[in-house]
C-alpha cells in the first residue's frame, strides 16, 4: 500500500469531488499562474497513466462516490482524443459513477475538434468550460492565447452539436488598455451564443508570471475605479439577461450553477489527482508535487506524489468558510459570525451587506467590495 494510503486508511470520509490536473499548454499565457508546462508529445502516456496509478491510490485509502468530477490545467483538451479516451474510460472503469451530476471538463478553443467533442459527451463529460476570456483580436494577442474569435466561435458551436447543454465560457476584464467598450461587446457577443455559464473574472497580477513582473516595470497599471466599473457592467448586463450572479465570478442559468465549485465554497472534501493538486480531506490538506515529471516518478514507483502537508485547525477552517461563502449568493450563516455584531451593523449601516434567512448576504453595492467586508471578519 502508499505512503498515502498509509496515512489516510484510518478515514472514514466518503469523498465526493475529485479535482484532476492536466498541466499541458500548446503555449503559456503570461497572466496564468496556475501550474504549466509546455506540452511534450512523449510525456503525455506516461504521465496518463500516473494519473490512473493516482487514482488507484486514492481508491485504496478512502471511499470514493463522487458528486462531482473536474478535469483542470492547464489544458486537459490539449491532450489527444485516445489519450483524453483513456484516462476518461479509466475513471469510469475505477469509480462508481452512480452519484455523478457533474463531470466538467475546460477545454481552449482550437483544441477541441468534433471527434474530441463526441468522445467526452460519450464518456460521460456533461459539462465544458470554455476559456474565451475575450472576443476583441487585439486583447487575445496581449493575453498570449493561441485562438482568435472565430476559432473561439466555432469551438463553441462544435461543443453544442456534440449535444452539450451545460457550457461554461470564461471571460477577463481590467485587461491592460481594455475598454468599457470592448467588455460590454464581450458581454453582448457573449449572450448572442446563450451558454448556461459564464465565469468573469478581473485580471490579477500574480507573481511568477510575465504581467506581473510588466506591471512591476510600470508598462501595465491596476485602476481599482475602472474595475469596479468593469464589475458593474458585468453585474447589470449578465443579469438583464437572465443569469443569476450566484458567486462574485460566476452566472449562471437556473440548474446550470458549477455543482464542483460550490463544493469547494461550502467546505466540503475533495480529493486531487495530478501534480499540483491539493485534497482537503477533513483536517488535512496536502499538495501534490507541482512537477509532472517528479509527480509520475514518484506515483509509477509506487511513491506518495505529496509535496506539502499542512494539518487544518478549526479557526482556519472558519475562516475559510467566512471568506467563500460570503463570495455567494447564499452568503455566511450567521451561526459563524456570532462574535462579529459590531462589524456587522457597521456594514449594514454601510449597506454592504444584509441578512436574509440566517445568513449575511452582501449588498449589489457590496459586491464590488467583497475581499474588504471579508477581510474585517477573517
Not at 220 to 231: G, L, N, P
Request: glycine share 8%; hydrophobic share 35%; aromatic share 10%.
Amino acid at each position: 500500500m502508499s505512503e498515502r494510503a498509509n496515512n489516510n486508511c484510518a478515514t472514514v470520509a466518503m469523498i465526493r469531488h475529485i479535482y484532476v490536473h492536466i498541466p499541458f499548454c500548446a503555449r503559456i499565457c503570461p497572466y496564468c499562474a496556475f501550474y504549466k508546462d509546455l506540452l511534450d508529445r512523449s510525456e503525455t502516456a506516461r504521465f496518463c497513466e500516473a494519473i490512473l496509478r493516482d487514482l488507484d491510490q486514492q481508491c485504496a485509502a478512502f471511499a470514493i462516490m463522487p458528486r462531482s468530477i473536474y478535469f483542470g490545467g492547464g489544458t486537459p483538451t490539449a491532450l489527444s482524443t485516445p489519450q483524453l479516451e483513456f484516462l476518461l474510460g479509466g475513471f469510469r472503469q475505477r469509480l462508481d459513477l452512480s452519484a455523478l451530476e457533474e463531470w466538467t471538463v475546460e477545454a481552449n478553443p482550437g483544441s477541441v475538434s468534433a471527434r474530441k467533442a463526441a468522445s467526452l459527451r460519450k464518456l460521460g463529460v456533461n459539462r465544458i468550460s470554455l476559456g474565451v476570456q475575450s472576443w476583441d483580436e487585439d486583447l487575445l494577442k496581449l493575453l498570449g492565447r493561441e485562438h482568435n474569435a472565430p476559432q473561439a466561435e466555432k469551438s463553441f458551436q462544435i461543443l453544442r452539436g456534440a449535444g452539450f447543454s451545460n457550457i461554461n465560457v470564461d471571460l477577463m476584464f481590467g485587461l491592460p488598455g481594455q475598454t468599457i467598450e470592448q467588455w460590454k461587446v464581450t458581454l453582448e457577443k457573449t449572450i448572442g451564443l446563450q451558454p448556461e455559464h459564464v465565469s468573469a473574472y478581473c485580471l490579477t497580477y500574480e507573481e511568477d508570471t510575465e504581467f506581473f513582473l510588466r506591471q512591476s516595470r510600470g508598462e501595465f497599471r491596476q485602476d481599482a475605479d475602472t474595475d469596479a466599473e468593469f464589475f458593474e457592467m458585468t453585474m447589470s448586463i449578465l443579469e438583464g439577461a437572465g443569469y443569476k450572479h450566484y458567486e462574485i465570478s460566476n452566472y449562471a442559468r437556473s440548474g446550470c450553477s458549477s455543482r464542483h465549485n460550490r463544493a469547494y465554497w461550502s467546505g466540503e472534501d475533495y480529493l486531487g489527482i495530478g501534480p499540483s493538486a491539493f485534497s482537503t480531506v477533513e483536517m488535512r490538506r496536502w499538495q501534490n508535487l507541482a512537477d509532472y515529471r517528479a509527480y509520475a516518478d514518484q506515483v509509477l514507483s509506487g511513491q506518495s506524489p505529496i509535496g506539502s502537508r499542512e494539518n487544518l485547525t478549526k479557526e482556519i477552517k472558519r475562516a475559510e468558510r467566512i471568506s467563500l461563502s460570503l463570495r455567494t449568493c447564499e452568503g455566511v450563516p450567521a451561526a459563524l459570525l456570532t462574535d462579529q455584531s459590531k462589524a456587522i451593523e457597521e456594514f449594514i449601516g454601510l449597506e454592504l451587506l444584509r441578512q436574509s434567512n440566517g445568513h449575511f448576504i452582501l449588498t449589489q453595492k457590496g459586491k464590488s467590495l467583497a475581499d474588504s467586508v471579508a477581510e474585517a471578519f477573517v
